[in-house]
């Protein structure tokens, strides 16, 4: 099996053969890292929920997964955590026909609908990631985070904890 692995940002090419009760890894680095693969034999087997133990190239390793909500693998390995994205051939074609589009200039996350601002989890002149939750909205006794479109700085902030808001209502603007 080929997978596309984005690791802290870098893509890396990942192949897996199995070989009876182990398995052959073959990872292809960036540039960076030189031409010549690393190649590891792993043994792994299944433990409790969404753990592994892991013997690659006779070291032992604990290895838990969570699967975040949009797809991103959270690995803690030795207590170490690192970001991960796997992606099969079907799935890297879905996301370069896609695209990404970078968004210019001030964004405005507005009120999806009518509630109430339960949370502000950001302050004015704040550095925020994208994807990062900014405000939190309950509506028909549900919680809405709203999240920054893109990474920047927190230019406006007109979301007051316990306010009630209309439809459309500007909350945030990131710059």
Do not use: W
Not at 11 to 19: D, I, R, Y
Not at 100 to 118: C, N, T, W, Y
Request: aromatic share 2%; proline share 5%; hydrophobic share 45%.
């Amino acid at each position: 099996m080929r997978y596309h692995a984005i690791v802290g940002g870098e893509e890396q090419l990942v192949e897996v053969t199995p070989l009876g009760t182990t398995y052959r890894v073959v990872i292809h680095a960036g540039p960076k890292e030189g031409p010549n693969p690393r190649v590891l034999e792993v043994d792994a087997v299944h433990l409790a929920g969404a753990a592994l133990s892991l013997v690659v190239n006779g070291r032992s390793a604990r290895c838990d997964i969570d699967r975040g909500k949009d797809g991103a693998l959270s690995v803690l390995v030795n207590a170490r955590v690192q970001k991960l994205e796997l992606l099969d051939e079907r799935k890297l074609r879905l996301r370069q026909a896609t695209g990404k589009f970078s968004l210019e200039g001030p964004q405005r996350i507005d009120a999806p609908m009518p509630g109430k601002v339960v949370r502000v989890l950001v302050k004015a002149g704040d550095e925020v990631t994208e994807g990062q939750a900014l405000v939190v909205v309950e509506a028909m006794k549900m919680e809405n985070e709203l999240k920054s479109p893109k990474a920047g700085k927190v230019l406006e902030l007109l979301a007051v904890e316990g306010a009630a808001v209309e439809a459309g209502a500007k909350l945030v603007v990131i710059g």
